[in-house]
C-alpha cells in the first residue's frame, strides 16, 4: 500500500522568500512520485515527477524537488516565491504504471507582500 | 498542453435524483480516465479507473451500483451520481491518461462540485 503524507496545511511565506513543502511517502514498491498545483476552480497541474534517474527534478514555474529514499521524502521546494505561487500544493505518489495516484491532503501556500 | 474539460463545474440537485458529470480530453485519446472524490480538506481519493470500452473498476467501498461510469468513446467518460443524497455532496474530479507513451502522467479536469440538498 502506498500513502502520502504532507506536512502543514497552510504555509505563508513572503514574496521573494524561499517556499518549502513537504511530502513524506510510504511504498512498498519503488515510487514514483509527483507535485501537482491547483488554482481556485481549475483542474490539478502537474509540476514535477520523478521516475528514475536523477534525484533533484526541476518543473515548471522555477520549481524543484528531490527524492531521497532514506528519507523518504520528496519535498517542493522554490527559492524566490511569487505572488502567482499562491495556490494548492498536492504530492502524489503511484506505482510504476501509474495505475493509481495516492494523493496527499494538500498543503495551501500563501503568499504575503 | 493536454487539456481536460470537466461538465458542470457544479450542481445543485435534489435528494433522490440522479446527476451525471461529463469528463472529455480535448487535444488527445484518453484510453484511461480516472474518477476522483474529494472531500473538505481531505486528499483526493480514487473512486474507479475506466478504460475505453470496458468495465470500469471500481475500488474498495466504492458502490458501482451508485455511481456509474461509462467510458464510451477515447474521448469521454461519464460518472452518474444515482439516487443522489446529502451524504454523496463532495467535489468530484476526473483525470485522463493519453496512451503508453505517457503512461504514468493524468491530466486533470477542474472539478464538479455536488450539492445535494
Redesign the interface.
Known sequence: AQS?TQLG?HVSVSEGALVLLRCNYSSSVPP?LFW?VQYP??????LL?Y?TGATLVKGINGFEAEFKKSETSFHLTKPSAHMSDAAEY?CAV?D???????????TILRVKS | GAV?S?HP?RVICKSGTSVKIECRSLDFQATTM?WYRQFP??????MA?SNEGSKATYEQGVEKDKFLINHASLTLSTLTVTSAHPEDSSFY?C?A?PGRAS?????????TRLSVL
Open positions: 502520502v496545511s514514483y501537482y476552480n481549475q483542474g490539478l497541474q502537474l515527477k521516475t498536492f503511484s510504476r504504471y501509474g495505475n493509481k495516484l495516492v494523493f496527499g491532503a494538500g | 481536460v470537466q463545474s480516472f480538506k481531505q486528499s483526493l481519493m480514487l479507473t474530479i483525470s491518461r503512461l504514468n502522467i493524468q491530466y486533470f479536469g477542474a472539478g
